[in-house]
């Protein structure tokens, strides 16, 4: 088979390398604004050959040994990145996504795509340096307007990772009942645990352990992200099976293995029979205490669980010494490896699912059997699309937060980071680089919040 394709390769090769000169250079027209421009340098790339859900196959994907490669191309391109996402994103104005944003950036500026075999395939796909620079002004102009938040200083306005603010506004009686909720035991049927227990503020907002412990020393099957900035994701759990803090917080409480009460009624009732706590709930919440309010009360108090003005933050802001040269380079390598394309935004993360091993088989190398956890998204979805798709955790005070994934298998941060590298970019990585990228990852520790 190897060999076969070679062959192929290699007679396609020498078939069209000879035409693809006369037919590279279809830049597109000036005249148009720069989004249409953009547009047009997506099309002639021929990214939506391999990189769609319904992939606008070329005639000769009909034929054998190529035909093959390109549908077991768009298999793969289709894991990593939808470019319709980019398409309707300019024809409809329907929003992109940061992290697709980061990912085309990526691929223009570090000239990935399309894949050389390719590009020796089809002599219309090579994107020259003319298109390569509309695709990254364009992706600059779309950051600006839709992505920036104004917070960093002039030279890194045009980053990938965004500035985190140092406060949200928040309503701070409902903050201050969330705050208590937050804390009280009775939450649980056995009044042994709280939110605190498994999200402690003094352990990054985790509790540090491969699996939570939940009433009755009952363990889960999955690690406890933080509640630190978690404001900040667009969806809660490892499988966003909930859409906000509010639906989130409706969970542990009546989930058997966490708090194990059996029904949000009787949690209710317990409280409501707290005469003080009765009276400051209604005073903030006239209709009293019910499932919604709780739920509303814990997620506005979580609104105030963010860590603003880490080193990293302070280096955006403008202040050049609050980074060492290493953790510098250690950022620079960081948007290297293609890192910051998943871990974007204002937490580094939190923006979207993503198939875990992309580039090795991350659950075969595990050697241990799959659970139902690590279908992740797949959970939820009908679709096999979604299996094995997490929702990529934020990185900020990741330093404290050990142990990583979702299966709790990495045990430091240096672990952590030589297997992304492995399974998520294909790349090898130097130990010193590897190295460089955990002193980085130190910087995002920020200002946290006091109990
Ligand atoms: C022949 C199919 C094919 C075409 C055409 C193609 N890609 Fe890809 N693309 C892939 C495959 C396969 C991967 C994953 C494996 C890899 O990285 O080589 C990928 C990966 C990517 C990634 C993930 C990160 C990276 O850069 O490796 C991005 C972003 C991307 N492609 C964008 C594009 C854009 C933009 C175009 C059009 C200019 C394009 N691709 C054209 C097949 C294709
Ligand atoms: C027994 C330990 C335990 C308790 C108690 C607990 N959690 Fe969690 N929490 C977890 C685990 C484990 C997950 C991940 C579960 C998953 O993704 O399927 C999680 C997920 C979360 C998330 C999602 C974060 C993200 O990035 O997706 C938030 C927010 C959160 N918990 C807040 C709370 C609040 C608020 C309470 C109290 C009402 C609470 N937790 C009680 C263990 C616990
Ligand atoms: C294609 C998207 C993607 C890319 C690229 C990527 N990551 Fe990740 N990252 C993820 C996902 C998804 C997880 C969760 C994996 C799991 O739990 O099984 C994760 C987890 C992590 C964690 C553990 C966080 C925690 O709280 O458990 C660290 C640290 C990390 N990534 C760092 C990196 C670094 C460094 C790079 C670059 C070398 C990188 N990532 C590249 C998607 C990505």
New binding site residues.
């Given amino acids: 088979m190897k060999i076969k394709k070679t062959l192929g390769l290699f007679i396609l090769l020498a078939v069209t390398l000879v035409m693809v000169y006369k037919f590279t250079d279809i830049t597109p027209d000036k005249n148009l604004t720069l989004e249409k421009q953009a547009k047009k340098?997506?099309k002639y790339?021929?990214?939506v050959?391999?990189?769609s859900h319904s992939p606008e196959f070329p005639l000769y994907a009909n034929w054998p040994v190529i035909g093959d490669i390109?549908k077991q191309?768009?298999a793969?391109?289709i894991?990593?990145?939808d470019?319709k996402t980019v398409i309707n994103g300019i024809k409809d104005g329907e929003p992109i996504d940061k992290v697709t944003l980061n990912?085309?950036e990526?691929?223009?500026q570090?000239e990935?795509?399309?894949?050389l075999?390719?590009y020796m395939a089809?002599w219309g796909?090579v994107?020259n340096s003319t298109e390569k620079e509309i695709?990254l002004n364009w992706i600059k102009e779309y950051r600006a307007e839709h992505h920036y938040n104004g917070l960093a200083s002039d030279e890194f306005t045009n980053e990938p990772i965004q500035v985190i603010p140092d406060s949200i506004s928040v309503d701070p009686a409902k903050a201050e009942l969330g705050r208590m909720l937050y804390n009280d035991v009775r939450l649980s049927i056995d009044n042994s645990i709280s939110c605190a227990s498994c999200h402690d503020l003094s352990k990054g907002g985790t509790d540090n352990k491969p699996f939570s412990e939940g009433v009755n020393g009952q363990f889960g099957g999955i690690n406890a992200p933080t509640v630190f900035n978690a404001t900040f994701n667009f969806v809660q759990f490892w499988d966003g099976r909930a859409a906000n803090l509010a639906a989130q917080a409706a969970g542990p409480p009546t989930n058997p293995v966490e708090m194990a009460h059996k029904s949000w009624s009787d949690i209710e009732n317990i409280l409501a029979a707290d005469k003080e706590f009765a009276k400051a709930f209604t005073a903030v919440y006239p209709d009293g205490i019910t499932e919604a309010n709780i739920c509303n009360a814990i997620a506005e108090y979580e609104r105030t669980l963010i860590t603003p003005n880490s080193p990293f933050d302070l280096y955006l802001k403008g202040n050049k010494e609050a980074m060492t040269e290493e953790q510098i380079l250690g950022y620079e390598l960081f948007k290297q490896y293609?890192c910051a394309?998943c871990h974007a935004g204002v937490n580094l993360g939190g923006l979207s699912y993503e198939y875990m091993g992309?580039?090795n088989n991350y659950f075969e190398a595990r050697g241990t059997e799959l659970t139902e956890e690590d279908y992740g998204r797949g959970k939820q979805e009908e679709s096999t699309f979604f299996d094995h798709r997490f929702k990529t955790p934020g990185l900020r005070n990741v330093a404290l937060t050990a142990p990583y994934f979702h299966d709790a298998t990495q045990a430091t941060l240096l672990d952590a980071v030589n297997a992304m590298v492995e399974y998520q970019t294909?790349e090898k990585i130097k130990p010193e680089e590897a190295e460089k990228i955990v002193d980085f990852l130190n910087t995002l520790t920020g200002e946290i919040p006091q109990k």
């Fill in positions: 340098v997506l790339g021929q990214c050959a391999c990189h390109v191309d768009a793969l391109a894991r990593e990145f470019v990912k085309l990526y691929a223009f570090n990935t795509m399309p894949p075999k390719y089809h796909t994107i695709a293609s394309t992309l580039h294909g």
